[in-house]
């Protein structure tokens, strides 16, 4: 079975910076995209970065583009995201999902994976 699970999130000032991971076991890491989403508070889930499955070619939402760096690291089957800049609108719950496979959607919406972690909350105070 497939497991994702996310770290790092927490309370911080505006300003700010977080690491996210998420790490990956029950399946290969190394040959998927990763992509990660939020849900904030009264707000559909929303994308935010993904990444193929070397690194090489990687997605941003415009609203954490500059800010906002996705990373993987196969050897530790680990996909990061690193928050700098914090804003309050960047209160969320954080997800990372694993590519779903022969698939149409693409990695910019929700449909286009299929095992999903259980999330982390962020927090970014004013």
């Known amino acids: 079975q497939v497991q994702l699970v996310e770290s790092g999130g927490g309370l911080v000032q505006a300003g700010g910076s977080l690491r996210l991971s998420c790490a990956a076991s029950?399946?290969?890491?190394?040959?998927?995209?990763m992509g990660w989403f939020r849900r904030a508070p009264g707000k559909e889930r929303e994308f935010v970065a993904a990444?193929?499955?070397?690194?090489?070619?990687?997605y941003y939402a415009d609203s954490v583009r500059g800010r906002f760096t996705i990373s993987r690291d196969n050897a530790k089957s680990t996909v990061y995201l690193q928050m700098n800049s914090l804003k309050p609108e960047d209160t969320a719950v954080y997800y990372c999902a694993r590519e779903a496979l022969r698939t149409a959607f693409g990695l910019l919406q929700e449909k286009g994976y299929d095992y999903w972690g259980q999330g982390t909350q962020v927090t970014v105070s004013s």
């Open positions: 029950g399946g290969t890491f190394s040959t998927y995209a």
């Open positions: 990444l193929n499955w070397s690194g090489a070619v990687i």
